[in-house]
C-alpha cells in the first residue's frame, strides 16, 4: 500500500466529515461527562453512536461516492466501528493513567476521551477505506 494511496482526495474528505462528526460528537461526549456526569464509557459510546449514523451516509455519499447498498455494507461498517472503539478507547485509558498517574481522575480521564477520539479516528478511516466502501469489496458482492 502506498503512503500517497492513503492521503489523497478521499482522505481529505474524511478529514471534512471527521470535523463535522468530532464537533457534534464531542459536544454530546464532554457533555454527557462533565454535565450530565455519565461515566466514560457511556459518554465516549453515546458520541460515536449519534457520530455512526451521520458518519456513515455522509463517508457513503460524499467521501467514498458509494451508492450502492448491501447488508455487508451496514454490518461492516458497525463492525468497524465497534472495533476501533473498543482498540482506541481501551488503550487510551491506560495508557493515559500511566502517564498521568498523579493527576486528578477527570483531568486523566478528559485526556483519555481526547487521546482515543484521535486513536479512533485512523483505525476508522483505515476500516472504512479498505473494507467498508472499498470498490472492490462492492463489485465482488455484486458478483455473488
Known sequence: MKFAVIFDEKFFKFILVGIINTI???AIMFSLYNIA???YWISSACNYFFGGVLSFFL???FTFTVKEWSLFMIVAFILNIII???IAYGLAKPLVNYF?????QNIRENVALFAGM??????NYLGQRFVVFDK?????LKQE
Not at 498521568?100 to 486528578?104: K, R
Not at 484521535?118 to 483505525?123: E, I, N, Q
Open 84 to 86: 476501533s472503539y473498543f
Open 59 to 61: 463517508n457513503k455519499y
Open 118 to 123: 484521535c486513536l479512533f479516528t485512523g483505525l
Open 136 to 140: 472492490k469489496n462492492i463489485s465482488k
Open 24 to 26: 457534534v460528537g464531542s
Open 100 to 104: 498521568l498517574n498523579s493527576e486528578p
Open 37 to 39: 456526569h455519565l461515566n
